[in-house]
């Protein structure tokens, strides 16, 4: 595991059973999604739930469809039109506060289902016009109980920054959760605000300064309000993408920290590549490995422990494509 995993375990996440190859859906079929498999596997220790399995609407069911409004939405069969919302509600709720319990740190959902569906769900009106768009029944209960971890479709892993978005969350996210663990010390929470300065600035300097004035002033109030407030900030400002101009920013700042360290023509290779980056002539990973390489020859100490370096495990080559 990289750096950005301290608890040397797998981190849990949760994530629709049929993703994960599992012969659940209407028809008895998966819906294996190779990248979350392959890729994600090694990292991840999976939950998995079928809500709709879960139930006991069996394999081999009829398909349902949301009804009524995005306000209040009903889950109906499509040709017994039975109403399985008042069960799904209720196992969603116990299965929401299940998953709190487990401490996920993110979940991947199916997209665009009537229970696992994040994002635009299509819900109608009695005669199939369409009232709007909304959650899956499942979906929407584990959002509400677990508003802090990570949640994102797995459609939406094939795009670079999105999915680099979403691993560095659930990482953030397990760090914290790490920390939190254990009794509330705040030298802690000093030294884990000071590791993770450069990847919060690349997110967003505004809550970047909003977690410092909390950590300045968060002496002898209640830790469990200190833990709460940080998490909520922290998980904001992970929300923001880290944009190329961030990037480039955050870049600049570290090498300030090099220049009594290293000789001209090495600043000006890596200026040259941070350059490259900023046109977009090459991939975030190219300057961070230059910058990374001096850093850890000159053993410059600041730098060394910033998790930007390396918030994720490298074998995801998230930043190749960034
Ligand atoms: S999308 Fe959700 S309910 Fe449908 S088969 Fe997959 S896990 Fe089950």
């Not at 608890?7 to 049929?18: A, L, Y």
């Not at 880290?242 to 920013?249: E, I």
Request: charged share 30%; glycine share 8%.
């Amino acid at each position: 595991m990289s750096q950005g995993d301290q608890s040397g375990g797998k981190i849990k996440v949760g994530v629709s059973s049929c993703l994960l190859g599992e012969k659940v859906r209407w028809n008895g079929d998966h819906k294996k999604h190779v990248y979350v498999y392959d890729m994600l596997s090694p990292y991840f220790d999976w939950v998995t739930t079928c809500p709709e399995v879960e139930i006991g609407m069996g394999i081999l069911r009829e398909t349902v469809y949301l009804e009524g409004s995005v306000e209040a939405t009903r889950m109906i069969g499509e040709k017994t039109k039975t109403d399985w919302t008042r069960r799904m509600r209720a196992y969603s709720e116990k299965r929401g506060r299940e998953l709190s319990k487990l401490g996920i740190s993110g979940y991947i959902f199916k997209k665009n289902l009537p229970s696992c569906g994040l994002m635009r769900v299509k819900v109608y009106l009695a005669k199939r016009m369409l009232a709007g768009q909304g959650r899956g029944l499942f979906a929407g209960e584990v959002v509400r109980q677990n508003p802090w971890i990570t949640l994102e479709e797995e459609g939406r892993l094939s795009d670079a920054g999105l999915r680099e978005n979403f691993i560095v969350r659930v990482f953030g996210y397990h760090r914290l959760q790490s920390l939190f663990k254990a009794k509330f010390s705040m030298a802690a929470l000093v030294r884990f605000h000071t590791m993770e300065k450069f990847l919060l600035l690349a997110h967003s300097r505004k809550y970047y300064d909003e977690l410092g004035r909390l950590v300045a002033g968060a002496k002898g109030r209640p830790p469990a309000e200190v833990r709460r407030n940080y998490t909520e900030l922290y998980m904001r400002a992970l929300s923001f993408k880290a944009t190329t101009k961030k990037n480039v920013d955050v870049l600049m700042h570290m090498l300030g920290f090099l220049k009594k360290e290293i000789s001209k023509e090495e600043k000006s290779d890596i200026l040259e590549t941070i350059k490259d980056y900023h046109r977009r002539l090459l991939p975030l990973v190219v300057p961070l490995t230059l910058l990374g390489h001096y850093v850890r020859k000159h053993q410059v100490r600041y730098l060394l422990g910033q998790v930007y370096l390396n918030p994720h495990p490298k074998e995801l080559m998230l930043r190749n494509h960034i």
